[in-house]
């Protein structure tokens, strides 16, 4: 172990004891292999010294290209995955029990599903960034049904909900798609572009997966978060076109832990988009379609998530997010070198990626 200054640190480098601020906040914990957004904690917080691991350069995580694959190298992440899949394995095997073998539906067996994977995830990184390195699996109904469930799993704790609530909003995002089950796989998975009569098919998911669940007596929020997510508080939405109030609030939740989901995955013909592109679209077009008292709060957390990330920039510049604009969530304040860019101000600069 030795004893370096905060600017000769460099990503790889090993936390040797815990790190604390001036008020004794805990900065970083002891064992976490630096990288850029840990650095930058150090003069955010004023460290001047820390201790670090003689091995000096980890080199897994040394020369990392893209932000990517820095997670998808880290063991941490590799273990999640595995955990995640195995999960996703066993729900797979529970749903088609009781849609085709006409099985109870196991509501507290089911929950654990997801709560043994939320407490696999990693302290170190977040739960939206695991989920959008995902790479298998990705446009699998039950795969994507996991992820909304522990997205909606981790809105419903930003939005202070009591432990109940917390496990019924992981539930309704659980089985919000379980109408799927009843819809033909060649139309569900089909590649190509979905004809009117195909996507009239698929819209019927939603009915067909309240109609299951009120056949299993299932709470009503459940049963209504499969009829009402793809309804939306301005009537544009289906089957119903109901408008906001007539929406049930879990139904609000899984909407947009839905559309966030379905944006940031990873998909065949894309990577996955940039979250503060996802941003920017949810503030430009959300504002009228999504639940007011749900979405800002969400929105900001997730920029939160983000503070002090490296990022690149439409212009090809490199830099870090320093500060959140609350009235811009998508246009953060930059700092590149020594100038700080208002992305609030500067509409004609973007963020492009995470690195
Ligand atoms: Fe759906
Ligand atoms: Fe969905």
Known sequence: MRRIHSRDVKPGMTVASDVFALNNQLVIPKGVVLNNKTISKLSFYSVPFIQIEDEIINEETKAPQTYHEKVQNDPQFQAFKAKFEQEVDSFKNQ???VVNQNEPLDLDSLLERSNNIV???PDSIGILTLLSNMHSYDDETFAHSMNVSLICNLFAKWLHLSEDEINKATLCGLLHDIGKLTIP???LRKPGKLTD??????KEHCRAGYQILRDNNIDPHICNSALMHHERSDG???PLRLKDAQIDPYAKLVAIADVYDATTSPRVYRGPMCPFEVISIFERDGLQKYSPEYILVILENIVNTYLL????LSDDREGQVIYINKNHL????????DVYLDLSTTKEINIVEII
């Open 236 to 238: 544009s939405g289906y």
């Open 197 to 202: 009569p195909e996507y009239t098919k698929i």
């Open 185 to 187: 796989g060649n139309i």
């Open 309 to 312: 990330e490296t990022v690149k």
């Open 119 to 121: 407490n696999s995830a």
């Open 95 to 97: 749903l088609n029990d």
């Open 330 to 337: 998508g246009r953060p304040t930059v700092k590149i070198k």
